[in-house]
């Protein structure tokens, strides 16, 4: 079993910076890829970033140079280090696995990023 909890989101000014962390608990070594995704009211939920197993990362276009994804094994945390931060980049933000052998993906509850002009 693999549980994720996020946090860190709240209210920040355009400019600002947030950090936002996922704690993984359970049995991590199913886990193929680590994501974070977001999604705004109304529009569909976007993948923001993804760190796979071997330590490579992709990031969407729109946060490219601005976010920074990391994780500490020894806390078994993500962080998503969130910089430069535009009005456009309000959503929740969740936390997401890929896990092997088909078994499915495990979704966090989500944390709120609203980020005001």
């Known amino acids: 079993q693999v549980q994720l909890v996020e946090s860190g989101g709240g209210l920040v000014q355009a400019g600002g910076s947030l950090r936002l962390s996922c704690a993984v608990s359970?049995?991590?070594?199913?886990?193929?890829?680590i994501n974070w995704y977001r999604q705004a009211p109304g529009k569909q939920r976007e993948l923001v970033v993804s760190?796979?197993?071997?330590?490579?990362?992709n990031y969407a276009g729109s946060v490219k140079g601005r976010f920074t994804i990391s994780r500490d094994n020894a806390k078994n945390t993500v962080y998503l280090q969130m910089n430069s931060l535009t009005p456009e980049d309000t959503a929740v933000y969740y936390c997401?696995?890929?896990?092997?052998?088909?078994?499915?993906?495990?979704w966090g509850q989500g944390t709120q990023v609203t980020v005001s002009s």
């Open positions: 760190i796979i197993s071997g330590g490579s990362t």
């Open positions: 997401n696995v890929d896990r092997r052998y088909g078994l499915g993906s495990v």
């Open positions: 359970g049995s991590i070594f199913s886990i193929d890829a």
